[in-house]
């Protein structure tokens, strides 16, 4: 990443990411030279058209699915809303979902899971809520602030036996599993056939893709209503002229976070691994929160008791280190995080926690870099608490 | 504007409209180096939240209104669907709304005031649609088809006298009316308080600025809901995480269109009435259609009775001229055009028309040279028919 801003140490990649070069790079025609609108029936529209519908291929190739089982969309919440807009009947979702997930299932009757201590979602649990007339259940790929990567294909099987159940029994009622993916994508398989899901939510502006867009891919056996009707774009599912420089920016951003997966994840873990290794060594009795055995490579939460964590981010962020204190949506309501209190964290330790995310943007250098700092900040803190 | 196809004739800018230079600069930065999610706490991130707000300020101020009065969405098509969410009750709408108005009024009960054949909507007819159930009126600014500038002002004072004679009679529904002014901005006035509206859409795309961003304006009475939930942005009306560099190019095309609009208007309207004398001195028998004497400036709707618009369409792409017939939304679903049908224009003058749209690529030599053009290949699709 070739950022102007060498001189922040960026830890916030699960709020913000910069756009990728080679994604700027594949936008930037449809933004004056290829500006046409893709139903205008002549060529050079027909072109834009066509870089669209390839564009929606390469994002359906990249999980597995197929382009017109794919809309894309102004960004993650507008997917889960038009994904919940297509349901009548009783949802589940967990009690750690993003609050687009809560909103959403608020619409609808609908039971929330609580997860285990570590953040996750028991696929027992899911089990006993789902009911004769539950139509979706949503479970997040990872959670945006643990980290803890929940077992989909768990409750994927889960949902296709209360789907046999209904079919053996002669019930009509559908029931999908649907996936908020907006993190991992980039760290973890997405693959949909793979995660065993029906619908997924991708975040284009979580993967070094342009901000305000996103996409819900959805299987075909999946009913779905608009939330915007209009001119009938989008098989009428999403109306609205089509975002083509979003969607082929989104194609580049989602086929390099698949591709780099892997290597990317053991990259982070090694720098996650040693920043939790070297603060725990400093600070014995941090918290560190989440499933340590199934979490984003990239992710850190980590409660220093006693800390005020706004406090210490100010601090941090005097000496360039920038740092989130729970959820970017949870922050900006003074409320505490609802993922902390459904993990049962104690509010001493909740208010003192820090969640540290490593991207693209990290590397050795500049983790060793933010440490030093972190340490000293947390000292620091702690010297002016005993006062 | 600095394009580099300028090779092509545009005369489809009610289509697209490429992204003025200075809306790209003001957004350039926040691609990669200004990238920060605007909820986050640290500095730089509050610089982006600052740039939002400034962005909504100045689109507040150009259409003066206020700032929290404004809401920024993904385009005209989410910005409408917005402001009919939030109504419990009859809608009125013309004959000649955008699909998205027509759609989005399907959800409610509903009127559909006839036009007259200048497609311009009487207010009498909409005072004859108002019920005492009805809250909301919807009025497009101008025709995208035809250029018609609707008598928004005529249809203020009846909705104006509605809610008066209800406030008389202690009745308490409200009635709003809202403008879809995708079309018109940058070349008329689009004042909230001089057009009589409650709330105004604008679309960016057609303006010079980023597609895939909008605004709804309500004035702080309209009772609004939210089509997409979750964290709470946009004072809970449009959740979502903010779209800054698309605001800020959206605030910057605004200004601009706003302040060059009377200018702008002049120009088009000497080039326009050129290329209308002329093409109807060619072709007498030719049909201008729309209000002529209420038109917007760049706007040339004209019918070759016996033309098949379509093969027109194709033979003058082929001599680089860009030309619309119908609307690019109808266009694309082999349907004959509503507005046309609206305005009782014979199937067979319907089936060939231009929609001939000026605007900043446009001037005396490209005009010129286009015209030429149009005279030469309906001469030959002329000849062709007579054989």
Redesign the interface.
């Known amino acids: 990443m ?4 060498p001189e ?1 140490l960026y830890l ?1 990649h699960a ?5 990728d ?1 080679h994604v ?1 790079a594949a936008m930037q025609p449809f ?3 290829e ?3 893709p ?7 027909v072109q834009a058209r066509r870089a669209y519908d390839d564009a929606k291929h390469r994002l359906a190739v990249a999980i597995g699915g197929k382009a017109d089982e794919v809309i894309v ?6 997917s ?2 038009l994904v919940f807009a297509g349901i009548t009947g009783h949802v589940v979702v967990s009690a750690v979902e ?3 997930v809560l ?2 299932a ?2 609808h009757e609908h039971t929330i899971v609580p997860v285990d201590a570590k953040g996750s979602v028991l696929s027992e649990a899911v089990a006993g809520a789902i009911r004769p007339d539950t139509v979706l259940v949503s479970i997040q790929l990872a959670n945006n602030e643990l980290g803890t990567i929940q077992p989909l294909r768990e409750i994927a099987t889960v949902v296709k036996a209360e789907r046999q159940r209904r079919a053996e029994g002669g019930e009509a009622t559908p029931i999908y599993l649907h996936s908020d993916a907006s993190q991992g994508a980039g760290q973890i398989d997405i693959h949909v056939a793979r995660l065993g899901v029906d619908a997924l939510t991708l975040n284009a ?1 979580k993967m070094y893709g ?3 867009v996103g996409l819900l891919w959805a299987a075909s056996h999946v009913t779905l209503s608009p ?6 774009q989008e098989r009428g599912l999403r ?3 089509e ?4 969607a082929v920016g989104f194609a580049v951003a989602l086929e390099r976070a698949s591709r780099h997966a892997a290597g990317e994840a053991r990259r982070l873990a090694q720098l996650r691994d040693t920043l939790q290794r070297e603060l725990l060594a400093a600070f014995p009795e941090a918290v560190v929160s989440g499933n340590q055995k199934k979490r984003l490579a990239g992710h850190l939460h980590i409660s220093f008791p006693g800390i005020d964590a ?1 406090r210490l ?2 601090l941090l ?1 005097a000496k360039r280190v ?4 729970g959820s ?2 949870a ?3 003074n409320t505490r995080s609802h993922v902390l209190e459904a993990i049962g964290l104690s509010p001493e330790a909740a208010d003192g926690s820090l969640r540290i995310t490593l991207g693209r943007l990290s590397n050795e250098a500049t983790s060793a870099q933010a440490l030093a700092i972190i340490v000293d900040m947390v000292r620091f803190e702690q010297q002016r608490m005993k006062k």
Chains 1, 2 share one sequence.
């Open positions: 070739n950022v102007k801003k922040l916030d709020a913000a990411t910069p756009m070069e700027l933004f004056q030279d500006f046409f609108n139903s205008s029936p002549y060529a050079p529209a969309t102004a960004g993650a919440t507008e889960i809303n993003h609050p687009a909103e959403a608020r619409r502006g342009p901000k305000q939330l915007i009707v209009g001119g009938g109306s609205g002229t975002n083509v420089a979003g706004e981010v100010f962020e920038l740092v989130a204190t970017a949506c922050a900006n309501k």
